[in-house]
C-alpha cells in the first residue's frame, strides 16, 4: 500500500490549497476602545454560481484513529471551504494537486491547537478527520444552486502514518 507522511501544518506548505486560519503572524489591530484584538481577514470565502452564498454551520466530529486508509478525495468546484475548530483538538487535512488525470499524490497535514484551515475552490481534499477527541468546528462555506461536490476514488488506497 502507498503511505503518506503527516507534517505539521503552516501556511507555506499549505498556500497551493488555501489558506491557514491562525493568530499567530496574522494582521491584527486593536478594537473597541483596546479592549479586543482583531485578526483580519484571514482567509479568501470564495462563493460562484446561482444563487451563491456563504454560510456558517457548526460540526461535531468523531475521531479518527492512525493509521488512516485513504480512498477517496472530493472537492468543491463552486465555493471554498473553512474549517475553524472550536476545541483544542487536532485534526487531519489531506489534500492534493490537480493533475491531467485527476488528483495527485495527496499530502497530509496535522494542525495545532489555534490552527484552521481555508481549502480553495476547486482543491481536491479528504473529509474532515478529527484526532484525539470529539471535536467542534465552524464550517464557513458555499451555499446556493448547482452541483458543488465531486468524488474520485483512488484504485489504490493510501495509508496515512
Not at 125 to 132: E, K, R, S, V
Request: charged share 20%; glycine share 12%; net charge negative.
Amino acid at each position: 500500500m502507498r503511505t503518506i507522511e503527516i507534517k505539521p501544518l503552516s501556511r507555506d506548505a499549505f498556500a497551493p490549497f488555501g489558506d491557514v486560519i491562525e493568530t499567530d503572524g496574522a494582521h491584527h489591530f486593536p478594537i473597541n476602545g483596546g479592549k479586543c484584538t482583531r485578526y483580519h481577514d484571514l482567509a479568501k470565502i470564495e462563493t460562484r454560481g446561482q444563487k451563491a452564498r456563504a454560510m456558517i454551520s457548526l460540526l461535531s466530529g468523531e475521531p479518527y484513529k492512525l493509521p488512516l486508509e485513504l480512498r477517496m478525495v472530493e472537492r468543491h468546484p463552486l465555493g471554498s471551504q473553512a474549517f475553524i475548530p472550536l476545541s483544542d483538538n487536532p485534526f487531519l487535512v489531506v489534500v492534493a494537486e490537480e493533475t491531467g488525470s485527476g488528483p495527485g499524490k495527496p499530502l497530509a497535514f496535522k494542525t495545532k491547537p489555534g490552527q484552521g484551515v481555508n481549502i480553495g475552490r476547486n482543491v481536491w481534499h479528504g473529509i474532515l478527520t478529527p484526532l484525539d477527541g470529539i471535536s467542534s468546528f465552524a464550517v464557513i462555506d458555499r451555499g446556493g444552486e448547482g452541483i458543488n461536490l465531486e468524488e474520485h476514488f483512488y484504485d489504490q488506497p493510501f495509508l496515512i502514518l
